[in-house]
Every structure is written in structure tokens, then in C-alpha cells.
């Protein structure tokens, strides 16, 4: 076991109702809503018109100059339009909406009978075709993450299961039902960065024995797995605290044999179905959850399907007064369920009741908040400064160090919005800090 996360709070996870349940998949619904930014970096160039008929995997809009990603049809249909969409974090974007046929007629159809002989650029060329794009928060090409390891020598890839998160659990439900596939995906991922040991890391919340499909999976592709338990205490997962945790004495001994990458299941998935059929990442397996929600499950999800259709497969109990895409710690709230399901959505989540309406933000300097941030910040301190829009101060008291976990509101007494104001002068422009969003 390796050892507590400094700071940070203990989630209820309310991860059981889905996790006692397969993932299901979603029938494509007869529009799907596509904007042309779902990833960091370059946007990508619209390449069809309205009227135009496009099969399944057909490329809508080719990757930009630089780092950039493709975005392909996830159904046959027509373009019904092309317009502007307003993105739930801000600013507008170009969107595609296709009407779907309910054919499903290929684009193309491929097959790599021989995946052993790939060489690493054939591998990082396929995963930039199929326009993969990377998971956990981080919404950047997986072409260039893995090019990134490559160059800076890393010598293990960790799969990163650890959801200490309430409600998420589709990377645990992926690697227990489809380890096959992992395993394949995992393979090809260590030849195109030059890795030479694998890790699976969960928390350990989780039963360990329906990792052991998965163990077994990567011993028959000639990988010796090995399965790392850490602390479910929130936000455990985030990479750099994950390495520590796993690497520290050995980083401080010796750097090199630490370089680690960080990858998650979905990721090994589509680039394994890349990788032997050339075919684009089209979905997501996302968690939708919440006690508004009557059948939380994990589900495959068309890109493009609005919320409201989700949210209508799973069934809801109760009407949602608070909506979530993503994370209940770190995700958007949104108020319209026409929103799309894109490459950045890892759940959604429908709450009865909203959080912290019910009275006025308050500050108490209980102090609170300092104790369970993760980097030692003044999470009350740089939200007084941020409210003044006091740029100097913010500086001094460290915000760039700031990753918006959410603990400090989340244990906050006086339900102040500390994300949201250190969030919003992020925004503004008014600091260039870091994030990890």
C-alpha cells in the first residue's frame, strides 16, 4: 500500500448501483450534434457541407496545423446543418449535426491482420488517424501524449484506474469486461513509447479479484502487469500525486527509472480497435449516476447524443434540479439538455437538489479549506484576492499551483464557491496560471 495523500477528503463514492451493472450500449439517436472542439490545441478544419451524405467514421472536419485531432461521423446520415454552439466552459464553436440513417454504413473497412509487425510510427500514425483523444481531464490528441513519452524516455505506463471520485466508475468496469482488449491496447501502447514495464493502479475500493481477468490478459500478451493499490481519498488519481505515490523513493534515488506515462483504460480500448480494424474513436463509455437517476449504469454513448436522451435511457425518478457533465467535484453544471455528449465527457450526473443555494456564502476562517488542499494552499485566502481581481496577490499566494480539485469547496462549511471565483479569474485572462482541466 502506498502511502496517504497529504490533504485531500474522503468522498462517499456511490459507486455501487453502477458498478453492479454491465455497460450497456446506447442506440444512436436520429440527430447527433457534433462541435468541431473537443480537444486541446489546434482546432480542426470542417471538411463537409450541408446536404452531404457521410457514412460511419467518415472524417466531418480533418485535423489542424500542430497538435490537433480529426473528429469523424459517429453514424451514416445526412448533414442536417452547420452552426454556431455555445460550449458549456465558454466561448462558441462550429457544430455538426448529422441525421442519422439507422444504417451504420461503414466508411471504410480495414483490417491489420498482422498487428506484431506494426512498428511504433505505423502505431502513433493509426492512433492520430483515429483521432483519439485522451482521457482523465486532459482532452489532448493521444498521438501527441504518446509521441511526448517517447521523447522524454519513459520506462513504465501506468494504467490509471483510480476513480476516488463519487459515482465513476467506467474505468473499472471497462478493465473487468473487456481485459482482452486492454491488454492488446496496452501492448501496442508500450511499443510506440519504448516502456518497458506496465502498471495497473486502482483504488482500494475496488475488489481486487476482477482484476485478476485483466492480470492474466496482459500475461498472454507477454506483459508482466503489475497492480498497484492506492488510498481512495480524494483526488488520489491526479498524475502527479499518483506518481509520487508510486515512484517517490525511487524518483529521489534515481529520476530515470521513474519517468512514468499515465493511461487509462478507454485509451488501450481505442487504440487496440484502431490499431486492428482503423477505426476512429466514434464514443464514449461514460458513468450517468446521481439520485435523480432510477438505473445508474456506465454506458457506450455515440458522440453527439444530447444529455436528454441519456438521462431519458437511464430513467429518471425524480426531475433534476442540477445537472452535470462530468465530475460531481469538478464537472460543468448545465441547464440545457440538448447539450452533446463529446470526447471531454467522462459522466453525467442528475442531482434532486442543488448544492449550496440555500444560504448566503459565508467565510468563517475555519481554516478548513487549508487543511484539505492537496498543494498547501489558502484556498480562502487567494478567493478573497480573486474577488477584488487582486492579480499580485493571487500570484503571491500561489494560485498558478492551484488545480481545482474542488476539495476546499467541497468541505467548505460556509459553502463558499472557492473553485468557481479562482476559476473565473482564470477565465477573465486575468492570469495566465496552470490548470489541469
Known amino acids: 500500500m502506498v502511502k496517504n495523500l497529504h490533504g485531500g477528503v474522503w468522498l462517499e463514492l456511490k459507486k455501487k448501483p453502477a458498478c453492479d451493472r454491465p455497460i450497456d450500449v446506447l442506440e444512436a439517436p436520429k440527430l447527433l450534434y457534433l462541435p468541431l472542439v473537443q480537444h486541446k490545441g489546434e482546432p480542426c478544419r470542417l471538411k463537409v457541407k450541408v446536404g452531404e451524405y457521410v457514412r460511419l467514421a467518415q472524417p466531418l472536419a480533418v485535423a489542424g496545423e500542430g497538435i490537433s485531432c480529426s473528429l469523424h461521423s459517429p453514424v451514416s446520415g445526412t448533414i442536417a446543418e452547420i452552426s454556431e454552439y455555445n460550449m458549456p466552459t465558454g466561448g462558441i464553436c462550429p457544430m455538426v449535426t448529422v441525421e442519422n440513417d ?3 454504413t461503414v466508411y471504410e473497412k480495414k483490417k491489420n491482420e498482422n498487428i506484431d509487425s506494426l512498428s511504433a510510427e505505423k502505431i502513433t500514425a493509426l492512433i492520430k488517424n483515429a483521432a483519439i483523444s485522451s482521457v482523465g481531464g486532459l482532452n489532448e490528441p493521444l498521438w501527441n501524449r504518446l509521441e511526448a513519452m517517447a521523447e522524454d524516455g519513459v520506462k513504465s505506463l501506468v494504467i490509471n484506474a483510480v476513480e476516488t471520485e463519487p459515482y465513476i466508475c467506467s474505468s473499472q468496469k471497462l478493465i473487468s469486461e473487456n481485459p482482452d482488449e486492454v491488454a492488446k491496447g496496452l501492448r501496442m501502447m508500450l511499443r510506440c513509447t519504448g516502456a518497458v514495464r506496465a502498471l495497473l493502479a486502482i483504488s482500494d475500493d475496488i475488489d481486487k479479484t476482477i482484476m485478476y ?3 492474466e490478459s496482459a500475461r498472454l500478451e507477454g ?6 493499490h492506492i488510498h481512495q481519498k480524494y483526488p488520489s488519481g491526479y498524475e502527479h500525486y499518483l506518481h509520487e505515490h508510486i515512484f517517490g523513493k525511487i524518483a529521489r534515488k534515481s529520476p530515470d527509472e521513474a519517468k512514468a506515462g499515465y493511461i487509462y483504460a478507454e485509451e488501450c480500448i481505442n487504440v487496440y480497435r484502431a490499431a486492428v480494424y482503423n477505426f476512429p474513436q466514434i464514443s464514449r463509455v461514460i458513468t450517468v449516476a446521481g439520485d435523480a437517476v432510477g438505473n445508474p449504469q456506465n454506458i457506450e454513448v455515440r458522440l453527439g447524443t444530447p444529455v436528454k436522451t441519456v438521462l431519458e435511457h437511464c430513467g429518471l425518478i425524480f ?3 442540477r445537472i452535470v457533465l462530468g465530475s460531481a467535484m469538478r464537472g460543468v ?7 452533446p455528449i463529446t470526447k471531454q465527457v467522462t459522466a453525467v450526473l442528475a442531482f434532486v437538489s442543488k448544492i449550496g443555494n440555500r444560504l448566503r456564502p459565508l ?7 487549508v487543511r484539505v488542499c492537496p498543494e498547501g494552499l489558502m484556498p480562502n485566502y487567494i478567493a478573497m484576492r480573486a474577488v477584488v481581481a487582486d492579480i499580485e496577490a493571487c500570484k503571491s499566494l500561489k494560485i498558478d499551483n492551484c488545480i481545482e480539485c474542488g476539495s476546499c469547496a467541497y468541505i467548505c462549511p460556509g459553502h463558499m464557491p472557492l473553485v468557481e471565483l479562482i476559476k473565473n479569474i482564470k477565465k477573465a485572462g486575468l492570469y495566465d496560471g496552470n490548470s489541469l482541466e
Not at 506483459?223 to 498497484?228: A, H, T
Not at 453544471?333 to 447539450?339: E, F, G, N, V
Not at 467565510?363 to 479549506?369: D, E, L
Request: proline share 3%; net charge negative.
Open 213 to 215: 481477468d485483466m492480470l
Open 363 to 369: 467565510c468563517i476562517n475555519c481554516g478548513k479549506c
Open 223 to 228: 506483459i508482466e502487469l503489475r497492480l498497484v
Open 333 to 339: 453544471a448545465i441547464t440545457d439538455l440538448s447539450t
Open 319 to 321: 426531475d433534476p434540479e
Open 102 to 104: 439507422g444504417r451504420d
